[in-house]
């Protein structure tokens, strides 16, 4: 495993960073881009396409969570599609979440950035300056595993606090990963 800190760099810059790393050692050890893993062919060519979690689970599920505002729209939204919400919170960040989780990862073989997750389970991430529903967060996934996830660090002390208090209230509530 790797755990690294850059000042002055956000989640683009190490993705670009983890793609290096990677693509530079498959050549490096193996000489060619080409692995098979856990019988799949796998294509670590630089050039990993980059995701946003709604946006994969609009290609996979069908459902766009961008055109829904609503807590209960969105829950009702991924009920529709068969996920289970129940033992989870009921906000629209916990739905695409779900979503995700219950029927996108299992898709990801190729080497796939999801980027843009939502503030509900990125305690730790930088919300995002386009829609405050999200963080500068990605994970990578190949083979239908996570494979990295790094975010833009959180810097607002007063943000932090208040979702501080929120995994305590989880946690209390019985959310394990709180």
């Known amino acids: 495993t790797i755990e690294l800190y850059q000042a ?28 098979e893993w856990q019988g799949e062919k796998i294509d670590l060519t630089p050039g990993w396409p980059r995701l946003t979690m709604a946006e994969a689970v609009q290609k996979y599920v069908g459902i766009d969570f961008m055109a829904i505002s609503d807590d209960a729209e969105a829950v009702a ?36 950035f999801i980027t843009m997750h939502p503030v509900d389970v990125s305690p730790l991430a930088k919300r995002s300056l386009v829609d405050s529903r999200l963080t500068e967060r990605f994970e990578l996934f190949i083979c239908h595993s ?30 394990d990963e709180a």
């Open 8 to 35: 002055y760099a956000d989640f683009n810059d190490m993705m670009d960073l983890f793609e290096d790393l990677l693509t530079s050692a498959a050549q490096k050890i193996l000489g060619t881009y080409q692995v």
């Open 146 to 175: 996570e494979m990295g996830n790094a975010f833009s660090e959180l810097n607002d002390p007063i943000d932090q606090r208040q979702r501080f208090q929120k995994q305590v209230e989880l946690r209390d509530k019985g959310d």
């Open 77 to 112: 939204a991924a009920r529709a599609k068969g996920i289970d919400m129940d033992g989870v919170e009921q906000t629209w960040g916990r739905a695409l979440y779900e979503c995700f989780d219950q029927r996108v990862e299992e898709k990801l073989i190729q080497p796939t």
